[in-house]
T-cell receptor
Framework: AQSVTQPDIHITVSEGASLELRCNYS??????LFWYVQSPGQGLQLLLK??????LVQGIKGFEAEFKRSQSSFNLRKPSVHWSDAAEYFC?????????????FGTGTQLKVEL | DVKVTQSSRYLVKRTGEKVFLECVQD?????MFWYRQDPGLGLRLIYF???????EKGDIPEGYSVSREKKERFSLILESASTNQTSMYLC?????????????FGPGTRLTVL
């Protein structure tokens, strides 16, 4: 069965500091990996996705993520955080086997940005 | 842009009531999904549908049913609402074929059962 672990429930960073949110996955085949962001009171918006090819993926709002197969990780990074990045971030895994088009989400990381 | 809309942003119901949550998407997506979101638990899949009149149970289907009579509309039904179904409910849709398909989410319905 596929699963996703986001080990950090809450993270606080200062505006302008760099950010890394951790995501580890378990999947029996080639995974498809996603990062979503949820602003307060809103639905989820896709930040970026990895299917194949270059392991460093660029997304919207200046975010990037790196797929590391050997570590089963897909960590999200941003060089300089803005106050508007305060939100909840979800990592998700999907694939062609064992679930068709379903995604499995992590429990989320709440990001607080200090001014 | 893909748009997924949900019938209500906030809903308050009483224990034992039958509750309908409606979701509509405008991009001719084959797949539609219902999740519930609770603090510390992330998103958990309740049901999904890959075609009209087709449905499959997700991870937590107990106490819920769904209906998909038209391709663009997917309804979640709480036959007899209970307080432990107080939650945020999110609908999503995606194209068919393959796990690499992005899911597009609606804004959510925050349901309170008293």
């Amino acid at each position: 069965a596929q699963s996703v672990t986001q080990p950090d429930i809450h993270i606080t960073v200062s505006e302008g500091a760099s950010l890394e949110l951790r995501c580890n996955y378990s999947y029996g085949a080639t995974p498809y990996l996603f990062w979503y962001v949820q602003s307060p009171g809103q639905g989820l918006q896709l930040l970026l996705k990895y299917f194949s090819g270059d392991t460093l993926v660029q997304g919207i709002k200046g975010f990037e993520a790196e797929f590391k197969r050997s570590q089963s990780s897909f960590n999200l990074r941003k060089p300089s955080v803005h106050w508007s990045d305060a939100a909840e971030y979800f990592c998700a895994v999907g694939g062609l086997t064992g679930g068709g088009n379903k995604l499995t989400f992590g429990t989320g990381t709440q990001l607080k940005v200090e001014l | 842009d893909v748009k997924v809309t949900q019938s209500s942003r906030y809903l308050v119901k009483r224990t034992g009531e039958k509750v309908f949550l409606e979701c509509v998407q405008d991009m001719d997506h084959e797949n539609m999904f219902w999740y519930r979101q609770d603090p510390g638990l992330g998103l958990r899949l309740i049901y999904f549908s890959y075609d009209v009149k087709m449905k499959e149970k997700g991870d937590i289907p107990e106490g819920y049913s769904v209906s998909r009579e038209k391709k663009e509309r997917f309804s979640l039904i709480l036959e007899s609402a209970s307080t432990n179904q107080t939650s945020m409910y999110l609908c999503a849709s995606s194209f068919a074929a393959g796990g690499n398909n992005e899911q597009f989410f609606g804004p959510g319905t925050r349901l309170t059962v008293l």
